[in-house]
């Protein structure tokens, strides 16, 4: 039984959902969820009693940088500011937020670099192939719906920034967006497997991993859609919300993750 | 909505009257009669009416706002663009005259003018016109009544829809063609 | 050294010997842009005189061009050319146009245009993987839907790869067959020649990317310009009722979208709403096509609304009928315009055309007609079976025990079941009824005898000898819809008259529109009000068809561009009939005016011209090909040319269009060939050379 397991069993029926939801919120004052962080009731009675949650989030901060194992690495632990929510009821599946995402950021129309993807639910919905069962599922060839996947600006802890060896996915000082640093990404692809919604790409031309950075808070494949049916909101857990797409690679926790659990 | 007083001067009674416009316009694409604006929470008054609209006209921020005067029933009504266009404000204060005989007269009028095409009936029971229908034999009873609508004649497409025009501007074979057309041929024609 | 736009290269199949092969785009063939272009110039080079569709010989054609997967708006056709099937008696050139996300992926794939040559000793379908291309076993596909053959094929290729295949109907050969993409797209009449190389299909899946010449920011400033002059589907750009922001308005609009009409199937269902046209993001509500194709019943049964690849308009309707199932089909069906034509082999629906039956029909009409891949020629093959029907034709040219085999009795009580029959009739060549009915419209009308009431105007047909019917004819346009339907060797599939034609504006700003770009307002008349030919209506026929080629060639959509209008008050309704070069000069850097790119395009359209002849082996167009039917002059019986209220010409009037439009085009005007100086003036020397040889230059 893992930690946080052990922690639910012993936790009343209110509490075990609040675990279960892996979070606590603290708000940081402003309208931006600040901190999120998996608890179990000690630590979250613990942090209860921390009222300036930014003090919290730069001592942890600080404590991690002590540890010599994570030198060079910074932990995600800030919320995104926004998230990209799409509406799969009005998508006309014209694929314009993939060429706006990529022409107007890469110069480029480049569909398997989007960082919002329809082409792959195109035919059959996000299960593939159906072997001649077209109406039991998704897609053209199915019911007739056609979903839009975009980035959920995952919560602490971040999958596709925990596992990158080279701590190349950071949060976006201006949006909280996790964004690839191309300065560090070595184009391992690690990041892409440790996605649960396989949102991360790997571009051919960088050679370089790369994801939605919201477009640093002005996202284009919002402006693009010609049906509204992307929207840029406030930042909320999408992630309970979305069946992941694949089967996921998740690193071992390492030495940092004591440092803060 | 209390009686709180929600502008403190004219300039920003103005402002709130532009804002309430355009809600209208763009919300429920109807005109706004001047008489909400004697109401709370605007609760103008008669005496500064002038100014209060003077304000509205001139500043370069309003310029979307459009006042329409119907100087036959006294009334005022603003609209905003881009919003409402000039032409449906024109139909809007037509029907709000509740006058139907000189609404479909002039509406089938224009459309056999300008397009030039015949008018079918079933327009009218949409926005701007909202009439009923089931009223039309009565309107076109009156019509062919008054002198001043002897140009407006109607006929039946092969589908039983009713069609009208202004023998002004186009022939019967004319409209007859084109009804023809929109109701049945451009199907065939896709 | 990178290439913006096109890919670079071309993919060349030889299916006889198993060869695959590259050739160099721009070095070959940039001076035909893409798609019909590239596909002109390979027939005329490689296809000799003689060789017909089904032959090893023939090519088969597929490609989009410089723009597509580009992001250009609307820019996701893709064509296929070859010698098409339905011809008669000589197999001529031909196009069938698809849209859907098939081309843009085969340019994602790294490839222009795909050629196929040959054929295959067994059934086969080709697999695209970027630059990985296998010629694969298709024999488990063989006999199988179009539905099946994709599911099939997207399972081994991925779920994200776009497939074109053919059905049973092109398997067999049956002339009257088509090639479909993405369960709604398909490209008439040339199914069967897939189907006599032992070709199934071509899977496509690209990881690749299209790289755009132009610095980003001016790209965007671009693509949201020409967004801001869009308006609904063949560019209506009035609301077809009355809306607040709307001027103008016209119940035949295809921008249907108003506040209480839904997409009433979605989940929750939504609002098409106003559609003010500077709201860009509501331009996809505009078209709900659904009400218009299939009446205000559909509404309630519309999922959404679909189409190609990067289009913000969307035209393909998205339906789920739960009682269609009933007939033994899906309840989903996705379809636009003439693609619903399955439920148009009925003729009359218990509950009326617009009613609940035939709305069943539809959905029916669509599962039969997309999996066994059968054509109808722009809706020719049910007039041709209603006219045998009713003429008791049907029952001198079928044995007894075939046409009674038929469940007739279905058809007279309008049932979809009928639909069924019909059309597995003719996707087996089943019988007689189903081999001549399949044949297409010129072989049935001869080996069943149909007679001269065949050719009135009841029955559509506009080239007798070529068995096509009217499409956008008179009735768009008089003598320029006539003109133009007398150029292709199928029914002419030209939008650019009909996008300006039919666009809901008022005649005095079309006219005011149409000065700017053809010198005078004379060049359109109101509808249904024609007046006498005039050089500038010549004008605008050449400009439509070299248009039409052009935006083949690029591909941009012909049921959208090109864009003398816009919904713009702003802007007088002005649209920009430059969008097409901007696009082309900002996507390859290759900058081209306006005038030069419709000079490319005049030579595409042109050598389309030299092929027929060559085909025909005569230079006589105006008396053997461009011709125009009886029922033009003829009807409505008691009316008069140039009156108001029909669409009748008048005999000399139109010999004088053809005069002036022959001279418009730098033709001679006693043939209507081109001359020699026309094909040199349009870098079409070696074309003018062959043609000397064969004495055919005027």
């Given at each position: 039984?893992?930690?946080?397991?052990?922690?639910?069993?012993?936790?009343?029926?209110?509490?075990?959902?609040?675990?279960?939801?892996?979070?606590?919120?603290?708000?940081?004052?402003?309208?931006?969820?600040?901190?999120?962080?998996?608890?179990?009731?000690?630590?979250?009675?613990?942090?209860?009693?921390?009222?300036?949650?930014?003090?919290?989030?730069?001592?942890?901060?600080?404590?991690?940088?002590?540890?010599?194992?994570?030198?060079?690495?910074?932990?995600?632990?800030?919320?995104?500011?926004?998230?990209?929510?799409?509406?799969?009821?009005?998508?006309?599946?014209?694929?314009?937020?993939?060429?706006?995402?990529?022409?107007?950021?890469?110069?480029?129309?480049?569909?398997?670099?989007?960082?919002?993807?329809?082409?792959?639910?195109?035919?059959?919905?996000?299960?593939?192939?159906?072997?001649?069962?077209?109406?039991?599922?998704?897609?053209?060839?199915?019911?007739?719906?056609?979903?839009?996947?975009?980035?959920?600006?995952?919560?602490?802890?971040?999958?596709?920034?925990?596992?990158?060896?080279?701590?190349?996915?950071?949060?976006?000082?201006?949006?909280?967006?996790?964004?690839?640093?191309?300065?560090?990404?070595?184009?391992?692809?690690?990041?892409?497997?440790?996605?649960?919604?396989?949102?991360?790409?790997?571009?051919?031309?960088?050679?370089?991993?790369?994801?939605?950075?919201?477009?640093?808070?002005?996202?284009?494949?919002?402006?693009?859609?010609?049906?509204?049916?992307?929207?840029?909101?406030?930042?909320?857990?999408?992630?309970?919300?979305?069946?992941?797409?694949?089967?996921?690679?998740?690193?071992?926790?390492?030495?940092?993750?004591?440092?803060?659990? | 909505?209390?009686?709180?007083?929600?502008?403190?001067?004219?300039?920003?009674?103005?402002?709130?009257?532009?804002?309430?416009?355009?809600?209208?316009?763009?919300?429920?694409?109807?005109?706004?009669?001047?008489?909400?604006?004697?109401?709370?929470?605007?609760?103008?008054?008669?005496?500064?009416?002038?100014?209060?609209?003077?304000?509205?006209?001139?500043?370069?921020?309003?310029?979307?706002?459009?006042?329409?005067?119907?100087?036959?029933?006294?009334?005022?009504?603003?609209?905003?663009?881009?919003?409402?266009?000039?032409?449906?404000?024109?139909?809007?204060?037509?029907?709000?005259?509740?006058?139907?005989?000189?609404?479909?007269?002039?509406?089938?009028?224009?459309?056999?003018?300008?397009?030039?095409?015949?008018?079918?009936?079933?327009?009218?029971?949409?926005?701007?016109?909202?009439?009923?229908?089931?009223?039309?034999?009565?309107?076109?009873?009156?019509?062919?009544?008054?002198?001043?609508?002897?140009?407006?004649?109607?006929?039946?497409?092969?589908?039983?829809?009713?069609?009208?025009?202004?023998?002004?501007?186009?022939?019967?074979?004319?409209?007859?063609?084109?009804?023809?057309?929109?109701?049945?041929?451009?199907?065939?024609?896709? | 050294?990178?290439?913006?736009?096109?890919?670079?290269?071309?993919?060349?199949?030889?299916?006889?010997?198993?060869?695959?092969?590259?050739?160099?785009?721009?070095?070959?063939?940039?001076?035909?842009?893409?798609?019909?272009?590239?596909?002109?110039?390979?027939?005329?080079?490689?296809?000799?005189?003689?060789?017909?569709?089904?032959?090893?010989?023939?090519?088969?054609?597929?490609?989009?061009?410089?723009?597509?997967?580009?992001?250009?708006?609307?820019?996701?056709?893709v064509a296929i050319t070859s010698l098409f099937p339905t011809?008669?008696?000589?197999?001529?050139?031909?196009?069938?146009?698809?849209?859907?996300?098939?081309?843009?992926?085969?340019?994602?794939?790294?490839?222009?245009?795909?050629?196929?040559?040959?054929?295959?000793?067994?059934?086969?379908?080709?697999?695209?993987?970027?630059?990985?291309?296998?010629?694969?076993?298709?024999?488990?596909?063989?006999?199988?839907?179009?539905?099946?053959?994709?599911?099939?094929?997207?399972?081994?290729?991925?779920?994200?790869?776009?497939?074109?295949?053919?059905?049973?109907?092109?398997?067999?050969?049956?002339?009257?067959?088509?090639?479909?993409?993405?369960?709604?797209?398909?490209?008439?009449?040339?199914?069967g020649v897939m189907g006599s190389k032992n070709l199934k299909?071509?899977?496509?899946?690209?990881?690749?990317?299209?790289?755009?010449?132009?610095?980003?920011?001016?790209?965007?400033?671009?693509?949201?310009?020409?967004?801001?002059?869009?308006?609904?589907?063949?560019?209506?750009?009035?609301?077809?009722?009355?809306?607040?922001?709307?001027?103008?308005?016209?119940?035949?609009?295809?921008?249907?979208?108003?506040?209480?009409?839904?997409?009433?199937?979605?989940?929750?269902?939504?609002?098409?709403?106003?559609?003010?046209?500077?709201?860009?993001?509501?331009?996809?509500?505009?078209?709900?096509?659904?009400?218009?194709?299939?009446?205000?019943?559909?509404?309630?049964?519309?999922?959404?609304?679909?189409?190609?690849?990067?289009?913000?308009?969307?035209?393909?309707?998205?339906?789920?009928?739960?009682?269609?199932?009933?007939?033994?089909?899906?309840?989903?069906?996705?379809?636009?315009?003439?693609?619903?034509?399955?439920?148009?082999?009925?003729?009359?629906?218990?509950?009326?055309?617009?009613?609940?039956?035939?709305?069943?029909?539809?959905?029916?009409?669509?599962?039969?007609?997309?999996?066994?891949?059968?054509?109808?020629?722009?809706?020719?093959?049910?007039?041709?079976?209603?006219?045998?029907?009713?003429?008791?034709?049907?029952?001198?040219?079928?044995?007894?025990?075939?046409?009674?085999?038929?469940?007739?009795?279905?058809?007279?009580?309008?049932?979809?079941?009928?639909?069924?029959?019909?059309?597995?009739?003719?996707?087996?060549?089943?019988?007689?009824?189903?081999?001549?009915?399949?044949?297409?419209?010129?072989?049935?009308?001869?080996?069943?005898?149909?007679?001269?009431?065949?050719?009135?105007?009841?029955?559509?047909?506009?080239?007798?000898?070529?068995?096509?019917?009217?499409?956008?004819?008179?009735?768009?346009?008089?003598?320029?819809?006539?003109?133009?339907?007398?150029?292709?060797?199928?029914?002419?599939?030209?939008?650019?008259?009909?996008?300006?034609?039919?666009?809901?504006?008022?005649?005095?700003?079309?006219?005011?529109?149409?000065?700017?770009?053809?010198?005078?307002?004379?060049?359109?008349?109101?509808?249904?009000?024609?007046?006498?030919?005039?050089?500038?209506?010549?004008?605008?026929?050449?400009?439509?068809?070299?248009?039409?080629?052009?935006?083949?060639?690029?591909?941009?959509?012909?049921?959208?561009?090109?864009?003398?209008?816009?919904?713009?008050?702003?802007?007088?309704?002005?649209?920009?009939?430059?969008?097409?070069?901007?696009?082309?000069?900002?996507?390859?850097?290759?900058?081209?005016?306006?005038?030069?790119?419709?000079?490319?395009?005049?030579?595409?359209?042109?050598?389309?011209?030299?092929?027929?002849?060559?085909?025909?082996?005569?230079?006589?167009?105006?008396?053997?090909?461009?011709?125009?039917?009886?029922?033009?002059?003829?009807y409505p019986k008691d009316a008069k040319p140039f009156t108001?209220?029909?669409?009748?010409?008048?005999?000399?009037?139109?010999?004088?269009?053809?005069?002036?439009?022959?001279?418009?085009?730098?033709?001679?005007?006693?043939?209507?060939?081109?001359?020699?100086?026309?094909?040199?003036?349009?870098?079409?020397?070696?074309?003018?050379?062959?043609?000397?040889?064969?004495?055919?230059?005027?």
């Amino acid at each position: 039984m893992g930690e946080s397991e052990k922690a639910r069993s012993m936790l009343g029926k209110e509490l075990q959902e609040k675990v279960v939801d892996g979070c606590e919120c603290i708000e940081s004052g402003g309208n931006t969820g600040f901190l999120k962080r998996p608890t179990t009731r000690r630590r979250f009675l613990k942090l209860g009693a921390t009222t300036v949650a930014g003090l919290a989030s730069m001592s942890m901060i600080s404590a991690f940088m002590a540890n010599p194992a994570n030198a060079g690495k910074v932990p995600v632990i800030v919320n995104s500011k926004g998230v990209l929510l799409a509406d799969p009821a009005r998508c006309a599946a014209c694929r314009r937020c993939e060429l706006a995402c990529t022409e107007f950021n890469n110069g480029k129309s480049h569909p398997v670099i989007a960082r919002v993807k329809v082409y792959r639910n195109l035919n059959f919905g996000p299960q593939g192939g159906q072997y001649g069962f077209y109406n039991s599922q998704g897609g053209k060839f199915g019911n007739l719906r056609v979903i839009q996947d975009t980035c959920k600006q995952c919560p602490h802890p971040v999958p596709c920034a925990d596992v990158c060896p080279r701590g190349a996915i950071e949060a976006s000082p201006t949006t909280g967006a996790r964004v690839v640093n191309p300065e560090k990404c070595v184009g391992c692809k690690i990041c892409m497997a440790a996605c649960p919604w396989d949102m991360i790409s790997y571009d051919p031309d960088t050679k370089k991993a790369t994801k939605c950075f919201l477009c640093n808070g002005k996202p284009e494949c919002v402006a693009a859609c010609p049906t509204g049916a992307i929207k840029y909101i406030k930042w909320r857990d999408l992630t309970k919300q979305t069946p992941p797409r694949a089967a996921v690679y998740r690193q071992a926790p390492d030495a940092s993750c004591a440092t803060c659990h | 909505m209390s009686g709180e007083v929600i502008a403190v001067d004219h300039k920003s009674l103005a402002t709130k009257i532009a804002e309430r416009v355009r809600e209208d316009s763009r919300l429920t694409g109807k005109l706004t009669s001047m008489e909400v604006f004697y109401e709370r929470p605007y609760s103008l008054k008669p005496e500064e009416t002038e100014d209060v609209l003077r304000l509205l006209i001139e500043a370069e921020e309003h310029k979307d706002i459009n006042i329409l005067r119907d100087t036959d029933a006294g009334k005022v009504y603003f609209y905003a663009s881009p919003y409402i266009c000039e032409a449906y404000a024109k139909n809007l204060l037509l029907a709000e005259r509740n006058n139907p005989y000189v609404l479909i007269a002039e509406t089938v009028r224009e459309e056999s003018r300008m397009y030039p095409r015949p008018t079918c009936s079933m327009l009218f029971q949409l926005p701007p016109y909202e009439l009923n229908l089931d009223d039309l034999p009565f309107f076109l009873e009156e019509i062919r009544k008054r002198e001043d609508m002897q140009d407006i004649k109607w006929f039946k497409a092969s589908t039983d829809v009713l069609y009208l025009y202004s023998e002004r501007y186009m022939s019967l074979e004319h409209a007859k063609g084109l009804a023809e057309w929109v109701e049945v041929e451009q199907f065939e024609n896709q | 050294m990178s290439v913006y736009g096109w890919s670079g290269k071309i993919l060349r199949v030889d299916l006889s010997t198993g060869r695959i092969w590259t050739e160099n785009t721009l070095e070959k063939y940039k001076d035909y842009l893409g798609a019909t272009g590239i596909g002109y110039k390979v027939m005329w080079d490689e296809v000799p005189v003689g060789v017909k569709a089904f032959d090893p010989e023939n090519r088969i054609i597929f490609g989009g061009g410089p723009l597509i997967g580009s992001g250009s708006p609307c820019g996701g056709r893709v064509a296929i050319t070859s010698l098409f099937p339905t011809s008669y008696p000589v197999e001529l050139i031909g196009s069938g146009h698809m849209g859907g996300h098939w081309g843009a992926e085969l340019k994602f794939a790294g490839w222009d245009a795909v050629i196929i040559q040959g054929k295959a000793a067994n059934p086969v379908w080709l697999s695209i993987m970027d630059d990985k291309v296998e010629i694969r076993d298709a024999r488990q596909l063989w006999g199988s839907g179009i539905y099946r053959a994709t599911a099939e094929i997207c399972a081994e290729m991925g779920a994200e790869a776009q497939v074109a295949a053919i059905g049973q109907a092109g398997e067999n050969l049956v002339r009257m067959a088509c090639v479909m993409t993405g369960n709604s797209h398909s490209a008439g009449g040339i199914g069967g020649v897939m189907g006599s190389k032992n070709l199934k299909a071509i899977g496509v899946r690209g990881t690749g990317s299209v790289k755009i010449k132009a610095d980003k920011k001016e790209w965007k400033e671009l693509v949201n310009y020409v967004l801001s002059l869009a308006g609904s589907n063949n560019q209506w750009v009035v609301p077809s009722t009355p809306q607040p922001w709307a001027e103008f308005h016209a119940s035949n609009s295809r921008w249907t979208a108003r506040k209480g009409l839904f997409w009433g199937a979605a989940n929750p269902p939504v609002e098409t709403g106003t559609c003010d046209p500077r709201d860009m993001n509501s331009i996809g509500y505009r078209c709900q096509k659904a009400v218009f194709d299939l009446g205000p019943i559909a509404e309630q049964f519309t999922v959404r609304m679909d189409g190609c690849h990067s289009c913000p308009i969307r035209c393909h309707m998205q339906i789920s009928v739960p009682t269609a199932e009933k007939y033994g089909v899906s309840r989903y069906a996705a379809n636009t315009c003439i693609g619903w034509w399955g439920r148009g082999v009925i003729k009359t629906y218990p509950d009326g055309a617009r009613g609940m039956t035939a709305l069943e029909g539809a959905v029916v009409g669509k599962h039969m007609t997309d999996d066994y891949g059968v054509w109808c020629n722009y809706g020719q093959i049910n007039r041709d079976f209603q006219y045998a029907y009713e003429k008791g034709i049907l029952k001198k040219v079928l044995s007894e025990k075939e046409y009674k085999s038929i469940p007739f009795d279905l058809y007279e009580k309008g049932s979809p079941e009928f639909i069924k029959d019909f059309v597995r009739r003719i996707a087996f060549r089943e019988g007689e009824f189903g081999y001549a009915l399949g044949e297409g419209s010129a072989r049935v009308a001869e080996r069943w005898g149909f007679e001269e009431d065949y050719y009135g105007y009841s029955y559509n047909i506009w080239n007798r000898k070529l068995g096509y019917p009217k499409h956008h004819s008179t009735e768009n346009g008089g003598q320029v819809g006539a003109l133009i339907n007398s150029q292709y060797n199928r029914d002419a599939q030209c939008h650019s008259h009909v996008n300006f034609y039919a666009c809901g504006l008022p005649l005095e700003i079309q006219k005011r529109l149409a000065a700017d770009v053809f010198g005078s307002g004379d060049a359109i008349d109101a509808y249904r009000n024609y007046t006498p030919m005039n050089v500038y209506k010549a004008k605008f026929a050449k400009w439509s068809l070299i248009r039409k080629e052009l935006h083949d060639s690029l591909p941009l959509c012909n049921w959208m561009f090109p864009w003398i209008v816009s919904p713009l008050k702003e802007r007088g309704y002005k649209g920009d009939t430059t969008i097409e070069a901007k696009l082309y000069s900002a996507v390859t850097g290759d900058k081209k005016s306006e005038a030069e790119l419709d000079l490319v395009a005049e030579r595409i359209f042109n050598l389309h011209r030299a092929l027929t002849i060559r085909g025909m082996g005569t230079k006589d167009m105006r008396k053997e090909h461009d011709l125009v039917p009886d029922w033009a002059y003829d009807y409505p019986k008691d009316a008069k040319p140039f009156t108001a209220g029909h669409d009748k010409m008048d005999r000399e009037d139109m010999q004088k269009a053809f005069d002036m439009f022959y001279k418009e085009c730098g033709w001679d005007v006693a043939t209507g060939a081109p001359t020699k100086e026309t094909y040199q003036k349009l870098g079409l020397g070696f074309v003018a050379d062959e043609l000397g040889k064969l004495g055919l230059l005027p």
